[in-house]
């Protein structure tokens, strides 16, 4: 973790950003899957999903130039330069969020917090390869305990979706590409927190809204059967979380380290699981429920393995 934070305390600002990027984290995921479960099921496979990460970017758009306006927060006014060299986060950034939500169509919330866990195997090859960051044996151990949870979980998934899955897999990609990216660009491109808040959104919406119209996604979202009121206030939900959301993985990777952001990622699908069962009524066997508390452990003995003395 970075040995720089607020009251002079060494591991202030990467505990403070861990904490919020959790509880954000938590909020997003239940928010984007409670978007298509408040709808009706045979419309639930046509909502327009470009157009719904469209409208969130939006409101994190409104949200930080509207604190930007009021003083609370500062960055520089837009410049195509800074744009440019912000360029390729956004487009992983835009992977991350579509396939992302794509999933909540198909997978349940315990499958899909469960394989994200092995989006770590990608990024602590990562961290070695790029920033030769080394993996001890236990963190070795841990990502094959996760990887090995996942797998036979999925073996037991009563909801199995291969599309679902497919989707799940391009999603791991796109997040492992997008954190260790994003720790390169927020140690070189000279830009505040929110200022990347405001770019990645920004940009995410002029790439979006040419894609919606290249689908006639708009269309689609006019459906009086998607458009309902619990999808409005389901999608501002969701949108107010992934701003939060935005900022609080900027800070924590900056504050810390890729693995470091993957392992509090791993960590806080233990509380998105539970509340996966409960709210959405996951359907799952018994040894199915068994590789998901395998690949939780994992993500313990993970982020064990990260602990000062355990390196």
Same mark, same amino acid.
């Given at each position: ?128 390869? #790029? @920033? $030769?960051? !080394?993996?001890?044996?236990?963190? =070795? ?5 996760? /990887? &090995? +949870?996942?797998? %036979? ?125 409960? #709210? @959405? $009524?996951? !359907?799952?066997?018994?040894?199915? =429920? ?5 690949? /939780? &452990? +994992?993500?313990? %003995? ?10």
């Amino acid at each position: 973790m970075s040995h720089g934070g607020p009251h002079g305390h060494p591991y202030a600002a990467g505990i403070l950003s861990c904490l919020l990027y959790t509880v954000c984290s938590v909020s997003t995921v239940i928010a984007n899957k409670y978007i298509s479960f408040g709808l009706e099921p045979e419309v639930r496979h046509r909502i327009p999903e470009m157009s719904v990460i469209l409208i969130q970017c939006f409101i994190a758009v409104v949200m930080v130039e509207t604190a930007r306006m009021m003083k609370w927060v500062e960055y520089a006014p837009f410049q195509i330069e800074t744009a440019k060299a912000w360029l390729p986060v956004n487009l992983l950034f835009i992977g991350m969020l579509c396939s992302s939500f794509i999933c909540f169509l198909y997978v349940s919330v315990p499958m899909i917090t469960i394989f994200k866990n092995l989006t770590n195997l990608v990024t602590v090859a990562g961290d070695w390869y #790029l @920033f $030769n960051e !080394k993996a001890s044996w236990l963190t =070795i151990a841990s990502i094959l305990t996760m /990887t &090995l +949870g996942a797998v %036979l979980a999925g073996a037991n998934d009563l909801e199995f979706n291969l599309v679902g899955y497919i989707w799940m897999a391009v999603n791991c990609l796109f997040t492992a590409s997008y954190t260790l990216y994003m720790r390169y660009a927020t140690n070189n491109i000279k830009l505040t927190r929110f200022g990347m808040v405001y770019y990645n959104n920004l940009l995410s919406m002029i790439i979006l809204f040419f894609v919606c119209l290249l689908r006639n996604e708009f269309k689609d979202l006019m459906d009086p059967r998607i458009l309902t009121n619990e999808f409005m206030f389901s999608t501002l939900i969701a949108g107010m979380c992934g701003f939060g959301l935005n900022f609080a993985s900027l800070w924590c990777v900056s504050s810390t380290s890729a693995t470091t952001y993957a392992i509090v990622g791993s960590l806080n699908k233990i509380p998105v699981t539970m509340l996966g069962f409960v #709210l @959405f $009524n996951a !359907k799952m066997t018994n040894n199915g =429920i068994m590789f998901l508390i395998m690949a /939780t &452990l +994992g993500g313990f %003995l993970f982020a064990f393995s990260k602990l000062p003395g355990n390196k």
